[in-house]
């Protein structure tokens, strides 16, 4: 069953890459895309880690795939703190390889990611109560599905 996840509903709000380069979220991350999209916060000592550690694990069984036929994003729900500096230090921290970019944008603009992808945007008093699943989808074919880090799965 596809959806209404096309052009017209994903926001295509700016964010900054680990690089520093401006992209927009749907022109550039996702269309006729797979992609893998979770969010995180550098100075998370709770599940952002243990997640981040996950992704790095299926990025290195999907080998060269990574980048080619999918490609991984996470995007910071601390904009505030998380420069690309900041992102760049946590990917060579995890080994993280090409095909994996991080990503930070206004508070505003990544709350409405998270909506926009099904998820509780964080509340800016305490951080570690974001939503840590994982959204998979084929843009180009309209099928996503959400990813709980709980082990739960919904689509």
Same mark, same amino acid.
């Given at each position: 069953q596809q959806t209404q996840w096309r052009a017209d509903y994903f926001p295509n709000v700016v964010l900054t890459d680990h690089n520093g380069r401006q992209v927009r979220f749907y022109d550039d991350l996702i269309r006729d895309k797979v992609v893998a999209i979770n969010f995180v916060y550098t100075d998370c000592t709770d599940i952002c880690p243990l997640d981040i550690a996950q992704m790095r694990r299926v990025q290195q069984i999907l080998g060269d795939r990574v980048g080619r036929d999918i490609f991984f994003?996470?995007?910071?729900?601390?904009?505030?703190? @998380?420069?690309?500096?900041?992102?760049?230090?946590?990917? !060579?921290?995890? $080994?993280? #390889?090409? #095909?994996?970019?991080?990503?930070? #944008?206004?508070? $505003? @603009?990544? @709350?409405?990611?998270?909506?926009?992808? #099904?998820?509780?945007?964080?509340? !800016?008093a305490n951080l570690r109560e974001h939503d840590t699943s994982v959204m998979m989808g084929n843009e180009a074919t309209g099928r996503w599905i959400m990813r709980s880090s709980q082990g739960r799965e919904w689509s």
């Amino acid at each position: 069953q596809q959806t209404q996840w096309r052009a017209d509903y994903f926001p295509n709000v700016v964010l900054t890459d680990h690089n520093g380069r401006q992209v927009r979220f749907y022109d550039d991350l996702i269309r006729d895309k797979v992609v893998a999209i979770n969010f995180v916060y550098t100075d998370c000592t709770d599940i952002c880690p243990l997640d981040i550690a996950q992704m790095r694990r299926v990025q290195q069984i999907l080998g060269d795939r990574v980048g080619r036929d999918i490609f991984f994003y996470s995007i910071s729900i601390n904009p505030q703190r @998380d420069t690309p500096a900041t992102l760049r230090r946590v990917m !060579r921290t995890y $080994e993280v #390889g090409p #095909g994996w970019t991080f990503l930070t #944008g206004s508070v $505003e @603009d990544v @709350d409405e990611l998270q909506r926009r992808l #099904g998820m509780r945007p964080a509340p !800016r008093a305490n951080l570690r109560e974001h939503d840590t699943s994982v959204m998979m989808g084929n843009e180009a074919t309209g099928r996503w599905i959400m990813r709980s880090s709980q082990g739960r799965e919904w689509s």
